[in-house]
């Protein structure tokens, strides 16, 4: 089965910083990729995902993602955080199945 | 209804005792999904149903939880003689029949507590 490796627990940051995490999966098949963000007290939802085309995706509230396959990777990029994306980040991959990551947790101080 | 629906939002039960946990997907959705969130765990996948297939129990962590899903819709999630280390919060998810529309929907979640 597919795994993915999320290698940030926890992320603090200062508003307007720069966002990086990092996810990357194993997988022998063609795969598509998810990032799902989870607000305080509210349920999963998807932020943006991958299939196919372009690698740089773009998504909701100014996050993008960029898939480079020779490195088995699909890290979130946000140029400036502010402190309403605190929030805990999942990486996801459809192989077989669907599989999360371990989770980041992101706190952004105002 | 519009969304997944689980039930109970919350559930407290004593050391040994066995409990149901249910999920009411998305009317049409093929695939449902059965997740575990603990605290520093992230999503641990439990069980996967997919149409009239059988199901992908490899995440199940021991013969105490099993799953059943009835008549293509509703799915239930049971675990007996439960230990303070099932505490989490159960998640399930559905999707569509295709595949390539990928996202997932998420319910809000069992919160299970086991004194």
């Known amino acids: 089965a597919q795994s993915v490796s999320q290698h940030n627990h926890h992320v603090i940051l200062s508003e307007a910083a720069s966002l990086e995490l990092g996810c990357n999966y194993s997988?022998?098949?063609?795969?598509?990729l998810f990032w799902y963000v989870q607000y305080p007290g509210q349920h999963l939802q998807l932020l943006l995902k991958?299939?196919?085309?372009?690698?740089l995706v773009k998504g909701i509230k100014g996050f993008e993602a960029e898939f480079i396959k020779s490195k088995f990777s699909f890290n979130l990029r946000k140029p400036s955080v502010q402190w309403s994306d605190t929030a805990e980040y999942f990486c996801a991959v459809i192989g077989h199945d669907m599989r999360f990551g371990a989770g980041t947790r992101l706190t952004v101080k105002p | 209804g519009a969304g997944v629906s689980q039930s109970p939002s919350n559930k407290v039960t004593e050391k040994g005792k066995d409990v149901e946990l249910r999920c009411d997907p998305i009317s049409g959705h093929t695939a449902l999904y059965w997740y575990r969130q603990s605290l520093g765990q992230g999503l641990e996948f439990l069980i996967y149903f997919q149409g009239n297939s059988a199901p992908d129990k490899s995440g199940l962590p021991s013969d105490r939880f099993s799953a059943e899903r009835t008549g293509g819709s509703v799915s239930t999630l049971t675990i007996q003689r439960t230990q303070q280390e099932d505490s989490a919060v159960y998640l399930c998810?559905?999707?569509?029949?295709?595949?390539?529309?990928?996202?997932?929907?998420f319910g809000e979640g069992s919160r299970l507590t086991v004194l």
């Open positions: 991958y299939f196919s085309g372009d690698p």
């Open positions: 998810a559905s999707r569509g029949r295709i595949l390539n529309t990928g996202e997932l929907f």
């Open positions: 997988y022998g098949g063609t795969v598509n």
